[in-house]
């Protein structure tokens, strides 16, 4: 497939394509519609930002409109977090368009009065988090006996988060017949046990290295004093172009940061888990459409963050694992852009700098602070290895002359900064 026009699409959805620009399938679009049209189970994996909503929306919404829809639920998409179920109900829209196909939010953060009107109005989909849609189904207040679809999204975020239990349960209250289309950035352990439990013989579908960010973000290291970070961060906001995605640690470092670069004069805007929804709503469509020029987020917040044109991502705050690392850098670098991805790290943290790089095959670019931030002597140290001390069945005093030195209790090369 080399253009949606060559899909047996619903005219009503082909004008709806080419209204949003959409005539060139991505890699992940042209390998996982086509067979999930035909009806069959999806795995995919690909980095964000590879057209993955698309690719379960189009087959999804197209299916519905092939058989007459009873009453009740007949969709379901699972996201991690409100904000990315709220985009996904967004390009939902767009392409159900005129088609007669509506969708209901389920989300937790927002009022359920609204939610539940909406399905008992005849919502076909439901685009929910695992949380509340649960909540709904163990209180009888929906019914997913009719669904027909039932799509993960950024299922490994998912089970991060701990929803595997409820996603099991709310697999369990859908029929067994139903098509699975499973999507997500990498397939790890527990990810692969829920593939090979509950989505049986499905067409794989896999694009790129899912293990490391993507060609076209240059991934920068700047080996600085904590002190220094927030200056660093001041001065490429004065002579860096674009906006800029910026992740904290802790909330309550997302959210000092933030005030911090708002009196420097950037407009920025936090967002995480503490955050009403429209806080949260506020700020990211604030960043979307231009107005704050800078986002400050957490790691629970990164997946719902599905904004086109991200020029820079700062590591401000190391991530806690390497595969975070990974999705907070492919925020930038969406749809065959350019982006940048800089992380500050102090002398203290270069073994986890060395953990993620080689966790990822990766290396990134040693970069020089400016002058006037880390004075005139910055250097970035190499790095050498020195071969541990081995036991032996002599004392550590016999093999030394009488000097007492370190033991290891492992063979294994020590790693020393000089």
Avoid: C
């Avoid at 379960?56 to 409100?82: C, D, Y």
Wanted: net charge positive; proline share 5%; no cysteine.
């Amino acid at each position: 497939m080399n253009n949606f026009s060559e899909l047996a699409l619903s005219p009503v959805l082909q004008t709806n394509l080419l209204k949003h620009g959409f005539t060139k399938p991505t890699p992940v679009q042209e390998l996982a519609i086509e067979p999930a049209l035909a009806g069959r189970n999806v795995v995919a994996t690909a980095q964000t930002g590879t057209g993955k909503t698309l690719a379960f929306v189009l087959p999804l919404v197209q299916s519905l409109l092939a058989e007459p829809a009873p009453k009740g639920v007949r969709a379901v998409i699972l996201s991690p977090t409100r904000e990315l179920a709220i985009q996904i109900h967004a390009a939902f829209s767009k392409i159900a368009h005129g088609t007669g196909i509506r969708a209901a939010i389920v989300v937790g953060g927002l009022g359920e009065n609204p939610q539940l009107q909406s399905i008992r109005k005849g919502a076909q989909v439901v685009i929910a988090t695992p949380g509340r849609l649960y909540d709904f189904l163990s209180r009888q207040l929906v019914n997913l006996g009719a669904v027909k679809i039932l799509v993960l999204d950024e299922a490994d975020r998912m089970l991060d988060m701990g929803f595997l239990p409820t996603i099991k349960r709310i697999m369990a209250a859908t029929p067994a017949g139903r098509q699975t289309l499973f999507f997500s950035a990498t397939i790890e352990t527990s990810v692969r046990h829920l593939v090979e439990t509950h989505v049986p013989n499905a067409v794989r579908v896999e694009v790129g290295s899912t293990t490391r960010p993507v060609e076209q973000v240059d991934l920068r290291l700047y080996e600085i004093e904590s002190s220094q970070k927030l200056p660093l961060l001041e001065s490429m906001l004065q002579t860096e172009m674009g906006s800029f995605l910026v992740f904290a640690h802790t909330k309550h470092g997302a959210d000092r940061l933030a005030k911090q670069l708002s009196r420097s004069g950037a407009k920025t805007a936090a967002i995480h888990g503490d955050r009403s929804q429209s806080q949260r709503n506020q700020a990211l469509k604030g960043f979307q459409d231009g107005y704050y020029r800078v986002l400050v987020a957490t790691d629970v917040a990164a997946r719902g963050i599905h904004v086109e044109g991200i020029s820079h991502v700062v590591n401000y705050d190391l991530p806690q694992v390497p595969e975070d690392f990974i999705h907070r850098v492919g925020r930038t670098g969406r749809a065959g852009a350019h982006g940048t991805a800089s992380t500050f790290a102090t002398r203290m943290e270069r073994s986890e700098i060395s953990k993620i790089e080689r966790a990822l095959s990766i290396r990134m670019t040693r970069q020089l602070a400016p002058k006037e931030i880390v004075g005139e002597n910055q250097t970035m140290a190499p790095i050498v290895e020195i071969a541990a001390a081995v036991r032996y069945d002599r004392t550590p005093q016999q093999r030394t002359g009488g000097k007492l030195l370190f033991r290891s209790r492992n063979r294994r090369p020590v790693r020393r900064a000089i």
